[in-house]
């Protein structure tokens, strides 16, 4: 069975921490993908990974960054939390580009709130 | 870029009548259009998809249909149900281990 998961279902934070947001997945998928959902606004790209140590800015990459250091394992770092990073992450993991299958698998999410 | 815009944002009906929920893409090298389902406090789960080589994909109540020279690709729930009340994501991309560009989503309330 396919699992994604994130290492923390709630969060609360202070202006100008420097978050950590992990994200495992156990099905050897060689994508990566980290989304905030905001209300009105859908599922918005931050940063996704073809591969360990790969990254590429997505839609909405400004005050973040990632890191892969294994293939199961995506991180999304917030440098310096601010309160309009306030949101629901989500991430997501699909396998490769020459795979019959396009379907991404989403982890339950992450509600981060910076107070 | 690509971008996805979707209608409506909200969509109520009575239980047992049809749904439909529409959406339009941009950049015609898009060939995956997927529809996600995200039920409140969970994780969107993919329902249906269809590729670009098909205009139309059916399974049980809901259909996806595709129109490539129009570009833009609809989603039909029949028989509706309680338990189709949810938050409906559409997306577009360019195929396997591409970036999803998701519409906005919409709201589906059902009323028993």
């Known amino acids: 069975d396919v699992k994604v998961t994130q290492s923390s279902r709630y969060l609360v934070k202070r202006t100008g921490e420097k978050v950590f947001l992990e994200c495992v997945q156990d099905?050897?998928?060689?994508?990566m993908f980290w989304y905030r959902q905001d209300p009105g606004l859908g599922l918005r790209l931050i940063y996704f990974?073809?591969?360990?140590?790969?990254?590429e800015k997505g839609d909405i990459p400004e005050g973040y960054s990632v890191s892969r250091e294994k293939k199961e394992r995506f991180s999304l770092i917030l440098e310096s939390a601010s309160t309009n990073q306030t949101s629901m992450y989500l991430c997501?993991?699909?396998?490769?580009?020459?795979?019959?299958?396009?379907?991404?698998?989403f982890g339950p999410g992450t509600r981060l709130t910076v107070t | 870029g690509e971008n996805v815009e979707q209608h409506p944002s909200t969509l109520s009906v009575q239980e047992g009548d049809s749904a439909v929920i529409k959406c339009t893409y941009s950049d015609s090298a898009s060939n995956y259009f997927p529809w996600y389902k995200q039920e409140l406090g969970k994780r969107p789960q993919l329902i249906i998809d269809i590729r670009s080589n098909v205009g139309e994909k059916k399974d049980q109540r809901i259909a996806v249909t595709l129109n490539k020279t129009a570009k833009h690709f609809s989603l039909h729930i029949t028989e509706t149900q309680p338990e189709d009340s949810a938050v409906y994501f559409c997306?577009?991309?360019?195929?396997?281990?591409?970036?999803?560009?998701f519409g906005t989503g919409t709201s589906l309330t059902v009323i028993p």
């Open positions: 099905m050897d998928h060689e994508n």
């Open positions: 990974s073809y591969d360990v140590k790969m990254k």
């Open positions: 997306a577009a991309s360019g195929g396997a281990g591409n970036q999803f560009y």
């Open positions: 997501a993991s699909s396998l490769d580009g020459g795979s019959s299958s396009y379907e991404q698998y």
